[in-house]
């Protein structure tokens, strides 16, 4: 019974919710994020970030597509999880899961997608030769109309599609905080801020994540970068962290000041155990850091190269964060017993199904999918869209 | 657990008859047995437990209950004078095996509680089950369908006691299901049946001549946690208010 | 009726929704367990299995009704509530065919101490001895038969 302090009860000396269950909320939250980042060019006319708009929308489709999975790596039982489809329990948050899941697959990410690339969609089917042909030609459904009247049609369905997206995502990582915040046997978790914290900390780090990208995937292409487009998304990154930052502080200073039955151990849990992803890489590296630096680019006028490298490590301090807050609230929150008498403690197994390796692979293979998606549907909107597809 | 690809090819066939099963459903178990009839709870008397094990190692028995998991545990607490904040517990192997000495004599009090799952009337850990794999039976016992159960282990989380575990070779959750397959045939549990002191008492609250509606008139009785409104049904006598 | 020609595409994409829709609640008719949701949103069928589950413990009536000489030993004894298997271990083998498992008598040097040994954690009215001093080494059944342990109701025999 090593790393074991004080007394735990006995079953709950082994952590049940491991790695995999820390990258479950993050990945979704990437996915809620980049989408919200998508909606500001569609819905609210942001125009500034339009360079951004098909690659967040891919970005979110690509990490939606791995999300179930550490889910499934989880499971002891992944052959019966169509039983969450089947006979979904109306009383459980995570039951939810498979429903908002397929309708933000289906209905919202997958059909604006299509509305949007239609043209080039008809377009390649009809240029490109051997199996990429067969490729677009199911992606039209059978259907070339891409007369203007149509393209019209697509442009106004594909508004009201994000309009309803924006709820969905919303929807879909507010319930992910719903399934913590909802468990009162667990007083790290139990918080009706626990959903709104998530939503945030999801934009957060969508926002980033798109941010990050687009920069380095434009280096990549040796395009330039669209600055005024990346200083957009850094002000909108810069005041949905803060105000994350300050619900992550009020839920703080609620719980310091009322001190309740489970105050000590938590605050002896902050000051030991969890003091290295907590205090130091959540709070300081990952908030403090980069709060300070996008707060510096927003009220200095600073030349191009300094405000790129700045939001580069911003974004990426950000990312990292985010990660540390997830593995804060899942591992966090079993690192103590709810007999408040005592701690243990994790050891994350490096090859089995639920191990790092398992962890880091779901982690790249999002960045894989949006690969052959970039190569499938380019996003780019510096010349022609369609190009890049003919030139590979 | 490791599954490889030929333990695959094997285990797929099996996994299909065993699913028919599922499909098929079992005939009736105890023909005389009405649950309408019941509501199953226990009463453990706080002031006769000796810390003796003997609950722990019966149920492990009866219930082939994995090495370092319990479906019931002991738990011995120190409580000294004037903190009672701040009890040590202790519970080696949940009891299993007995207790060492103490090693305070003289100084606080000491006492035994036995641990099972509350067979909560208002179970958190039924509410959050996504597929209806664990849920509360008409007579009133918290149980596991481990054929339809996923592992999520969400139940493990919700459930404030710490009575539930995923079974480590099953991997599914797993817990006291208060011997439902004696009680059920007029027999009561295995702690009980092992247990020396009268210590631990199957109750049916249905039952009229049951003797625990005298002794619930009569003693102050507490339950586990009431903060959690989970209507728990394992009545403690003689609780100590540091029992966590 | 140019509306509806120009948004042919989207009806397409509807017939997708449609299909997968009524794919899956036929699915769902097939696989869902027939007990499921008759008592409640779970199998009700695997109530069943689990009281189904096989016995390890007899129960003390079971011994009774071979037993009768000891159990009317141990009725007036202080051992009187003390069920046979919180001794002599689990034995519904024994009690379904006794030929096929002849129980083992148990050591009273391990099984009496389990109890009986001294400690300030046990409830002061029960019975505690420091066996290395009490017994100066002899096995307990010298002085206190198992089944009725009080000195004067039989002792040594």
Redesign the interface.
Known sequence: MSGVEG????????L??SVLIVLYPYITGLVAGAFILASLERVFNVTAVKPTYRLALLTALSFLIVAPLP?QF??????????????????????M?GYVYLWYL??VLT?EI?LDY?REIVLMSQKSKGLVRVIYKIM????N?I?E??LH??EK?SWIVTLVGIPSAFLLHGYVGF?FG?????PWWSSPLMPVVFIFSAMVSGIACVMVLYMAVTKLRGKTIDMKCVDTIAMYLFYTFIIDFSLEMLDLIHRIYEADESFRTLDFMVHTKLYFSQIVVQIIFGTLVPLLLLAITQLVKLPEIARKRMYAVAGALTLIGIFAMRWNVVIG??LF?????GYTTYKMSLV??EGLLVAVGLTLLPLAILWVLVKLLPPWTDGHSAEGVAAD | MKITRRQMLVLLPAAAIAWEHVMAGTPEAAPNYTMSEHWWSMLIDIPKCIGCGNCVRACKEENDVPDGFFRTWVERYHVEDEDMTNPTVISPDGGKEGFPPVEKEDEGKYFFVPKLCNHCADSPCTQVCPVGATFVTPDGVVLVDQKYCLGCAYCVQACPYGCRYIHPQKEVADKCTLCYHRITKGLTTACCEACPTGARQLVDLKNPNDPIHEFLRTHAVQILKPQMATGAKVYYNGLDGSVR | MGVFKDAGHLFRFLAIFVFLFIAFWVIRGFVVPKSFGKYGHYRAASIDEIAAHPLHFAGHEACETCHVDVANVKKDGKHAHVNCEACHGALQKHAEDPASLTPTKPDTATLCVRCHEYSAARPKNFPQVHAAEHSTGLPCETCHQPHSPAMTSGGAK
Do not use: C
């Open positions: 007394y735990m009860y006995p079953n709950e000396i082994n049940y919710w889910l989880h499971l002891g039982h992944p052959e019966r999880s169509p039983e969450m489809y089947f006979t979904p329990h109306s009383t459980s948050a995570m039951a899961f289906m209905a059909f299509w239609r039209t459904l059978g259907s109309n007369s009247r149509a049609i697509d369905v399934i909802s468990i009162k046997a667990n929150g079993q017993s709810k007999s408040f008498l089995t199904k």
